[in-house]
C-alpha cells in the first residue's frame, strides 16, 4: 500500500518562483528520493536523502528531512518552464526493498 | 548510474492477445527486479518483486496468472500480460536492484501499453 502522501497535488507558478512539495510518509524508513516524471515519460532520479540526514541540496534542488514527523519537503528554485513535470517521494524501507510512491505533485510553470 | 532498458517502449495489442515486456539491466547484475504499473495522472504502484531463480512475489490483487514474471537470468525479467484487455492499458515500469544490501535501484523508461 502506498505509504506516502504528496502536497499539493497539483501546483501551477510563474518562471522564476520557487516550487515548494511536500511528502509525508507512515513508517519509519531507510531513506527517502525524489523523482521527476514527464508526461508519459520515465522516472528521473532528482535526489536521495538518508534516515540520518536532515537537509541535501543538489543545485537548485532542496530537500528536507524531518523523520519525526515522518515528512519530506522538495524546494525548487528559481523555476523554468522545463521544470514543468509530475514530482513523486519515494520511500525505502529497508535495504533491498522495492520503493513506495507517494501521488504526486503535478507541477506547471508558467512562461 | 547503471542503465536498465525496457523493451518494447510502445506497444499497442488487441484485447485477448498477449504481451511480453522486457527489463534488462545493461551494465549490472540484478538479483531482484520490481515492476510497477501507473495509470494516467497517477502513482506508480508495485505490482511484484521478481527475484531470479524463484517465483515472483506478488503484490495484493495483483493476479499472478495474468501478469507473468519470469526472472531467469540476472541480467533479465520479463513481465507477460496474459490475454490483455483494454483495463490492462497502463504504463508499465521496472527497476532492478544493484546488488545485494543495497538500496541502488535503477529505472527502466517505461512501456506503455494499449489494450484496444
Known amino acids: 500500500s502506498q505509504q506516502g502522501e504528496e502536497d499539493p497535488q497539483a501546483l501551477s507558478i510563474q518562471e522564476g518562483e520557487n516550487a515548494t512539495m511536500n511528502c509525508s510518509y507512515k513508517t519509519s524508513i531507510n531513506n527517502l528520493q525524489w523523482y521527476r516524471q514527464n508526461s508519459g515519460r520515465g522516472l528521473v532520479h532528482l535526489i536521495l536523502i538518508r534516515s540520518n540526514e536532515r537537509e541535501k541540496h543538489s543545485g537548485r534542488l532542496r530537500v528536507t528531512l524531518d523523520t519525526s514527523k515522518k515528512s519530506s519537503s522538495l524546494l525548487i528554485t528559481a523555476s523554468r518552464a522545463a521544470d514543468t513535470a509530475s514530482y513523486f517521494c519515494?520511500?525505502?524501507?529497508?535495504?533491498?526493498?522495492?520503493?513506495?510512491f507517494g501521488p504526486g505533485t503535478r507541477l506547471s510553470v508558467l512562461p | 548510474g547503471a542503465v536498465v532498458s525496457q523493451h518494447p517502449s510502445r506497444v499497442i495489442c488487441k484485447s485477448g492477445t498477449s504481451v511480453k515486456i522486457e527489463c534488462r539491466s545493461l551494465d549490472f547484475q540484478a538479483t531482484t527486479m520490481f515492476w510497477y504499473r501507473q495509470f494516467p495522472k497517477q502513482s506508480l504502484m508495485l505490482m511484484a518483486t521478481?527475484?531470479?531463480?524463484?517465483?515472483?512475489?506478488?503484490e495484493q490483487g495483483v493476479e499472478k496468472d495474468k501478469f507473468l514474471i519470469n526472472h531467469a537470468s540476472l541480467t533479465l525479467s520479463t513481465l507477460t500480460v496474459t490475454s490483455a484487455h483494454p483495463e490492462d492499458s497502463s504504463f508499465y515500469i521496472c527497476s532492478a536492484l544493484a546488488g545485494i544490501g543495497t538500496n541502488e535501484q535503477f529505472f527502466g523508461p517505461g512501456t506503455r501499453l494499449t489494450v484496444l
Open positions: 521478481s527475484n531470479e531463480g524463484s517465483k515472483a512475489t506478488y
Open positions: 519515494a520511500t525505502v524501507l529497508n535495504y533491498g526493498q522495492n520503493f513506495v
